[in-house]
C-alpha cells in the first residue's frame, strides 16, 4: 500500500513535504511513522441505474487519515481525475489544516471519479445516495463528518443527510456540514473558504505594507471558493483583473464586475465570453503582474515550469496542494513572494464547517455576522501565530504552517502512546 500511495504524484507531494516538516521537528521514527499513513482507506463500488436504462459502476473513495484528536473532518469531491491517491493526500492536508486551526478534528477527504457535468441531477442523486448508504456504517457526527469539496455542492450534502438519516430513523444535521440553511446548514458556510481567501489576503497586503484598496488580483478556477474570494476582495476595494475556469479565461485591466460575471456564468456554464473583458490564454493568465495570485482550482498549477516567471506579490492559496515541492523551492530562493499556504488560506470553509457542527449538537443557529466574525478571529490568529513560528524559527511560510499542524498531532499521539 505504502508504495503504491507513493507512486501517485499527489501524495507523494505531500508525503515530501511531510518528510520535509518531520526532519525539520526531528520526530522521532514511531511518530513519524504513525503520523504519515492514512489510518483508513475505504474503496466503494457504486452501482448507478443511469437514466438511458444502462447501469454503470462508479468507484467512491474515503480516506481517514487519523481520528487521535476527533472526528475526521474534509470534502467530499467529484471529479474525473478522483483516485485513491489523490484523496489520501487531500486527507492528510485536511489533518494538518485542522490542527493548524486547533479544530479538535483529524483530516478526512472522499472523491467519487466520475464528470458530474457529464451526469444528470438525477444520475448525481442515485450516485450520492448509492455512495451515503455504502459509507453509512464507517462514519457518524463523532467519526467522519463528511462536506463539499470539488464538483459537490450543499445539495449533494442534503443527499447525503438525508439518506444517513433515513437509516437512522432520526433527522441527524451533525453528520455533515455545507448543507442547505434550510436543513440547519450554518450562515456563511457558502461562502466562508472564499472570504477566508480574501481576509488573508488584505492581511498579507498590510504585512507588506500595500494598501489594500486598488490591490490587483488574479483568480485562477471560478468555483464556491473562487467566485466568492472574487467576490469579497471586490468588497475589500481590490481590482480582481483576470479569472479563468474550465471554459477559458477572461480579462479587465480596469476589474471584472463581480456581479455580472456571475450571472454570466448562472447563464453560460462559464467565464469564457464575459462581456465587458477580453479573453487570455490560461495559462499566460497566471504570469500577468498583480498584488495577489489566487489559484483556487486543482492541485499542482504551480510548478518549475511557470513558477519563475509569476510576478505577483502574494501567492494566496485557494486550492489544496497547488504549489508543487519543486515550485516552492524556487518560491524561497526568489524571496519576493509572500505565500499564504493552503492549509492556511482556505481553512476558512472547514473552520465554518466547524462552527456549523457545533450549532447542530447544541441546536443553535449563530447570525452570519457571528459566524464571520469569528472566522475572521480564528483566521487572524492563526495567520498571526504562523508568522510569529516562522520569524523565530527562521523558516518559510509552508513549512512553518505544516509543522504547526504535525507538531499538534505528534504531540497527541506521543501521549496518548502506542496501543497495544
Ligand atoms: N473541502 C474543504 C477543504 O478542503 C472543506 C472541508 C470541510 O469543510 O470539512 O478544506
Redesign the pocket.
Known sequence: MKEQLLNDVVFGMAARQFDRVADFLGLDQSVRERCKWPKRILTFSLPVRMDDGRTEVFFGYRVQHHLSRGPV?????FHPKVNVGEVAA?AM??NW?CSLMNLPYGGG?GGITCDPRQLSIGEQERLTRRFAQEITPFIGPEVD??????GTTEQHMAWILDTYSTHQGRFVPEII??KPIDLQGSEG?TQA?GHGVAFLATRALNKLRLPVQGATAIVQGYGNVGSYAVETMNAYGMKVLGVSDISGAVWNEKGLNPDQLRQHVAENGGVAGFPGADPIDPDDMLLQPCDVLVPAALERVITKDNVGQLQCKILAEAA?GPTTPEADAIIEERGDIFVLPDVLC??G??T???FEWVQNLQRFHWTKTEVLTKLETKLNEAFENLLTFCEQHQCDARLGALAMGVDNVARVKKTRGLFP
Open positions: 473532518k474534509g470534502g467530499l469531491r487531500l492536508w485536511m489544516k477527504k463528518v463528511m462536506a463539499p469539496d470539488v456540514t455545507g458556510r473558504t489544496n482556505n481553512a470553509g472547514v465554518v464547517s466547524y
